[in-house]
């Protein structure tokens, strides 16, 4: 049964800025002495300086690239009815090479249940990462739209992502916290369609839901497929776009390769009833804040 989602808008404020007894006001012309950023007559933000300059790239100018979390679920309590996700290990070996090869110090978490998934997490935030540029964390596992299973239940994704928000983890305050998701976002299925081609200065106040990246193996409401003998179709396309062009392209840009791959290159072979021919596309959820370069 689908579900309905009930989308409420409310009304834009583009801009906030003090007044003289301290009353909000808006629809205003700011200008920002300290970056030199402005509002031209047409509403265009410009910015007088360089715009290749460092500024719009997270320092990777640290002792350590950073910790890279793998949490792979493999074999579940007969409760949840979920099955064995052969093919995993693979997903599991390649994440190890590839984020290894980055720089990433790997550490491999297998069969957890919710509560070790939620333990093991909050134990990581709250460690010091004052010396590492980043964090990363990949999880494989069964999942619906919005939860992932542990071995023996499923939790809400956000719970486990809150623990690294700038209010919660000081230490990653301001650096990329990267998130890849292998799990299935619903039982919808995707039989595609027929196309003819296919700041430095001073103290500054950031969102505390800034500098997140949440990649998704697929779209929400989809499954996400995984192939038995050579892995997910996401992973085995992000470890690859990742080797080929982690040293050279930022991070975003390699994701798109990485959403061309799995979009163009796979389809489902399935002997059940509907489920053959089937296509799948990742999705790609960003809060980063600066593009991300990882060390040559």
Avoid at 84 to 106: A, C, H, Y
Avoid at 181 to 190: E, F, N, P, Y
Wanted: proline fraction near 3%.
């Amino acid at each position: 049964m689908r579900r309905s989602f009930l989308c409420v808008c409310f009304p834009l404020v583009t801009m906030s800025v003090r007044g003289p007894r301290g009353e909000d006001t808006v629809d205003s012309r700011q200008v920002n002495a300290n970056q030199g950023s402005y509002l031209t007559d047409d509403g265009v933000d410009q910015i007088d300086g360089n715009p290749n300059s460092d500024v719009f790239q997270y320092d990777m100018n640290y002792p350590s690239l950073g910790q890279c979390v793998v949490i792979n679920n493999n074999i579940f309590h007969e409760k949840t009815q979920m099955r064995v996700r052969n093919g995993t290990e693979k997903d599991e070996q390649n994440v190890k090479e590839t984020f290894s090869k980055l720089g990433f110090k790997i550490k491999i978490h297998n069969d957890q249940t919710v509560s070790q998934m939620r333990e093991l997490l909050t134990k990581v935030s709250k460690e010091d990462h004052s010396k590492s540029a980043m964090f990363a964390c990949v999880l494989l596992s069964h999942g619906e739209d919005g939860r992932i299973f542990g071995t023996d239940d499923s939790i809400e994704l956000k719970e486990l992502f809150a623990l690294f928000r700038g209010d919660r983890c000081r230490s990653l305050v301001g650096k990329p916290k990267l998130f890849f998701i292998q799990a299935c976002r619903g039982s919808d299925l995707d039989a595609g369609v027929e196309c003819d081609s296919v700041s430095e200065e001073g103290t500054q106040r950031i969102p505390v839901e800034a500098d997140f990246l949440y990649a998704y193996s697929t779209a929400p409401g989809y499954y996400a497929w995984r192939n038995i003998a050579v892995g997910s179709w996401f992973i085995s396309s992000l470890c690859e776009m990742l080797s080929k062009y982690g040293k050279q392209l930022e991070l975003m840009q390699i994701m798109t390769r990485v959403n061309h791959k799995v979009a163009l290159d796979f389809k489902s072979s399935s002997n059940l009833p509907g489920f053959d021919g089937m296509k799948q596309i990742p999705c790609i959820v960003s809060m980063l804040t600066k593009e991300v370069y990882f060390p040559k």
